[in-house]
């Protein structure tokens, strides 16, 4: 793909010296359009309740359940709501989950000081044998068991469940169903190769000099400064350049400062504006040659809670200067040349991950797509905006391109819904440790890593590491 198109073309790093020198023009973006209004927030109110939320989200996808609950199992299946049921009768009940959870972390547990409750440690997960499910709809509730998997759900996700009430007062389900994929739209391919580059967790301000060596690598790249004519020629076919959060390392977090008396931290610098300097920088290099989508992140300086609105533009005076530079945000979608893109910064997964048995976060990600919700934790286990007549983390339609920012490794697959959708799922690895980005060719949906890793000294024996332009 990227790389076969630079083996093509003659090296010419070795060559003689040409008095004409050869230049690429970048390939342009025939279309574009972003299509992240839903998640930009207007006059915000935090004095609403998150029942609200949880209620709408019920409401606009019940419908959906129940198609696909009759596809499923039968379209004479009876659909009753909780407080219809009746002991013994078979039938399908739809409504959100709840996961009671033992280990799940509780602030009035941590303040309960009169119980002498020792603080409970971080874990990487929090799911436990004893958990429960609860299913809930508008008026009732009522605990599941059967023929489902306690472990591997979460809190929040709208389902259809058949069974029956037991004389117990618990439901006994036999079958269960998610919404699944929603209609796509026809994706429109660019008739030669042409490429977005997805790049995320920067972690600038952080202590490794590998990183920042494999930042300016990727940089030199994809503005053609490195590389003989032929990775040249590839490089201009990049057209995109999206930036999936955590721009900024977790080191410039500087939190404790609060604490500290005013004497000692009248005269520091908080650790965040030398990155802040740096990004933008790095971003005035790429926008004078490429469009870049730049994406908050978990460590970012934006809102916290999702979905977290773009980054303002005055912390990059010099970047800003280009139209090129786009602040979006997370989660952010747009269509690029006929092809729709959905993505976050990853905090949508690692959520997820710590709260049920699910260990791969490709496996989240299509997961997440399967039950219709791209954050279905939020707002219980991860912090969300209290919406009160829409919930816009439903899939309103199916993207062709579906990512995640900040995992530990690169992985990608093409998945098929029940219509015939077909959807890439990418995993994008954590740049600060891993030196790797992806790129995704929007002729074919073909999807490759591509190494920036510079020299250590481990690597002087056996000349590993360098730029690795292959999958």
Not at 29 to 39: D, L, M, R
Not at 363 to 382: C, M, Y
């Amino acid at each position: 793909m990227f790389s076969e198109q630079a083996s093509k073309r003659a090296h010419t790093l070795l060559s003689p010296p040409s008095a004409e020198s050869s230049t690429f023009a970048r390939v342009p973006v025939t279309t574009y359009t972003n299509s992240s209004q839903p998640f930009r927030l207007g006059e915000r109110s935090f004095s609403r309740q998150y029942a609200h939320i949880y209620a709408t989200r019920l409401i606009h996808m019940t419908p959906l359940l129940v198609n696909r609950a009759r596809q499923r199992w039968s379209s004479e299946v009876s659909v009753k709501k909780l407080c219809e049921l009746q002991p013994g009768e078979k039938c399908c009940v739809v409504g959100t989950l709840f996961k009671s959870m033992q280990l799940q972390p509780s602030i009035l547990r941590e303040i309960s000081e009169e119980h002498n409750l020792l603080p409970q440690p971080p874990r990487s997960k929090y799911i436990h044998p004893d958990d429960e499910l609860i299913l809930e709809d508008e008026l009732q509730r009522i605990r599941l068991e059967g023929t489902i998997d306690v472990s591997r759900l979460v809190t929040g996700i709208v389902l259809a469940v058949l069974g029956s009430v037991q004389d117990d007062g618990k439901f006994l389900v036999e079958d269960h169903c998610f919404a699944d994929l929603p209609p796509q739209k026809p994706m429109t391919v660019p008739e030669a190769d042409r490429f977005v580059l997805l790049v995320s967790g920067l972690g600038l301000g952080g202590c490794s000099g590998e990183s920042l060596l494999g930042t300016q690598l990727m940089v030199d790249v994809v503005t053609g400064q490195l590389g003989d004519e032929g990775e040249q020629n590839s490089a201009a076919h990049i057209s995109r350049v999206i930036l999936a959060g955590n721009l900024l390392s977790q080191n410039t977090q500087s939190r404790d400062s609060i604490s500290k008396a005013k004497y000692l931290t009248k005269k520091t610098q908080a650790a965040s504006v030398e990155a802040i300097k740096m990004l933008d920088e790095i971003l005035l290099q790429l926008s004078a040659s490429v469009p870049v989508d730049v994406m908050p992140g978990e460590f970012d300086p934006t809102n916290y809670t999702l979905p977290q609105q773009p980054l303002h533009p005055c912390m990059f005076p010099l970047a800003s200067a280009y139209s090129t530079l786009q602040l979006v945000t997370n989660p952010y979608q747009a269509t690029i040349d006929g092809v729709r893109f959905l993505g976050t910064s990853g905090q949508n997964v690692s959520d997820i991950f710590r709260y049920s048995s699910m260990e791969d976060h490709l496996e989240i990600l299509e997961w997440t797509l399967r039950v219709g919700h791209i954050s279905p934790t939020a707002p219980d286990t991860l912090g969300c905006y209290p919406f009160y007549k829409t919930d816009p983390f439903i899939f309103p339609e199916c993207p062709h391109v579906y990512f995640c920012g900040n995992t530990p490794k690169f992985c990608s697959k093409i998945i098929r819904g029940p219509e015939e959708q077909t959807v890439l799922l990418v995993a994008v690895p954590n740049f600060s440790t891993t030196q790797t980005a992806c790129l995704v060719n929007l002729r074919n949906l073909a999807c490759q890593p591509i190494s920036f890793s510079g020299f250590s000294a481990e690597d002087d024996d056996d000349l590993g590491g360098g730029l690795d332009m292959g999958s």
